[in-house]
């Protein structure tokens, strides 16, 4: 339930709501507004008696949330989220543009691919210090080395870095160096590390599980607000089904079903959606065109020798000619709701 104040409302009355709530047993999540405040009833097994509330001073309305998310929700937050990193804004009118290898292989590596996601007008630098592999054989990143190369690349070229979080042990050491901590798909349900990331003073990028649902993954994100950090980032990165052209099926659907849905800006990642290079600016073109929020690309400046991914990846060129198509496609999507 989510009890709206009137506009007036002194600090008393918000307060007695809260006392009220927390005598019936529930948790109140004061939401402040640009005009007036609300506040969420959570964690309540049933149905909320909204007559305990109606007739309370300063109370304007109580409304039923019909969704098992709550935080995450417009009816509890109509108005979009909007996130900021340094100068760049994720969720506002803007087009933002996330790219960066796969994986931190060296700082000749990041620093040449860094180099080239600026000039293309990119946004934010991605790259994997510790990259979760199906393989134990695979490479699995350099770990603090591959931090501190990115967060070099970050001071020379004025790029906020986002990088993916493991687990609990380097939860601390990621969040020193990254602007933006991702959580992976293999993650996505791992209910310490969204607790933690609730905790953290960053925004968290939380990319959708290869298997999960829409609901389940904003239930994901449900739990790293209700822990305090309001600053997520929801990222579609494809779907496992039965195709064998692509790696992962791209569900861009969940894209409008999230905005609807959701106040939370929403990302797309063609690269691992797609896992094949002549696949990923069709698809990232499409992303821009149902209004995601962003992109995150793979680029590498020598795919045929990177150790992660290089299949995915796009040449720097190409990088810069999508980044132009992007935003045009973009400004044209958004224009027509407006």
Known sequence: MLIVMN?????????????????????????????RTSIGVLYNQGAVDDALFRTLPGVKETIAVTKPYKLVSRE??????????????????????IGGPCAVESEEQVMTIAKHVKMAGGD???????????????????????LKILAKAKAAFGLPIVTEVMDLDCFDMVENYADIIQIGTRNMQNFSLLRRAGHAGKPILLKRGMSATVDEWLMAAEYIVTEGNPHVILCER????????????????????????????????????????????????????????????????APESARCDGGQSLLPDQFEILCRQMRAIFDVSTSTKS
Not at 8 to 35: C, F, M, N, S, W
Not at 132 to 139: D, E, G, I, N, V
Not at 265 to 270: E, N, R
């Open 7 to 35: 506009r007036d409302a002194t600090k008393e009355q918000v307060d007695t709501v809260i006392r009220t709530v927390e005598l019936q047993g529930y948790t109140a999540h004061p939401i402040p507004g640009g005009e």
């Open 76 to 97: 509890f937050h109509p108005a979009d989220t909007v996130i900021r990193v340094g100068d760049v804004v994720i969720g506002g009118e803007q087009l933002v543009i």
């Open 124 to 146: 934010i630098l991605r790259g994997g210090a510790f990259k979760p592999r199906t393989s134990p054989y695979a490479f699995h990143g350099l770990g603090e080395e591959g």
């Open 238 to 301: 494809g779907v496992r089904t039965f195709v064998r052209h692509s790696r992962n099926t791209l569900d861009l659907s969940a894209v409008p079903v999230v905005r609807r849905e959701s106040h939370l800006p929403i990302i797309v990642d063609p690269s691992h959606a797609a896992g094949y290079r002549d696949q990923v600016m069709p698809l990232a073109r499409a992303a821009a065109a149902v209004s995601a929020h962003g992109l995150m690309i793979e680029v590498h400046h």
